[in-house]
């Protein structure tokens, strides 16, 4: 038979061995929630950007004015056309720029009420970038669309001078 002198001290040992491993799995699981977290900032940061820069182009693509300017730089502009576009979120900064790529003539197709081919018709073709970045951050999103606008063959433009142009 063991005596009560003989096992002084061994729960408390092994009290502490518990304690030791639970203290591990508690520090372990309190580390892979804080690496979840950050996974989730950058995702939803990510997600806001890219939202931001999508907006952008679909703002740009609906402003007539825009496309507008875009066409009057002309093809190959030395700076592309920008616009200063707002977001509801004001921690996000936009950017949207444009250029004027090249027309096409539009063909016209026998199920067409009006046969546009024959209306003079021609398809104006646009590359629209929309970018978005979040402040005190380093997460940017930068998109590239092609847009093309069917307008009439010979189109014209009004310079800043109130001059009229007509672009072939």
Do not use: C
């Not at 939803?44 to 182009?57: L, Y």
């Not at 066409?71 to 200063?84: E, I, L, Q, W």
């Not at 081919?117 to 930068?142: C, D, K």
């Amino acid at each position: 038979m063991i005596n009560a002198k003989q096992q002084q001290g061994a729960v408390l040992a092994i009290s502490l061995i518990i304690l030791l491993v639970i203290t591990i799995v508690g520090l372990s699981s309190m580390s892979t929630t804080t690496l979840e977290e950050k996974m989730a900032q950058n995702f939803q940061a990510d997600t806001v950007t890219f939202q931001g820069a999508e907006s952008a182009i679909t703002e740009g693509v609906e402003d007539i004015a825009f496309l507008n300017d875009v066409f009057a730089a002309g093809p190959d502009p030395v700076t592309p056309t920008s616009m200063n576009v707002t977001y509801s979120k004001p921690s996000v900064t936009l950017s949207l720029q444009g250029e004027y790529q090249e027309k096409t003539a539009r063909t016209g197709e026998a199920a067409d009420t009006v046969r546009q081919g024959a209306a003079g018709l021609n398809l104006y073709h646009y590359s629209i970038t929309g970018g978005a970045s979040l402040s005190n951050s380093s997460v940017r999103a930068q998109h590239v669309q092609g847009a093309y606008l069917q307008g009439a063959a010979d189109s014209t433009y009004t310079d800043d001078q109130g001059g009229r142009h007509v672009w072939n």
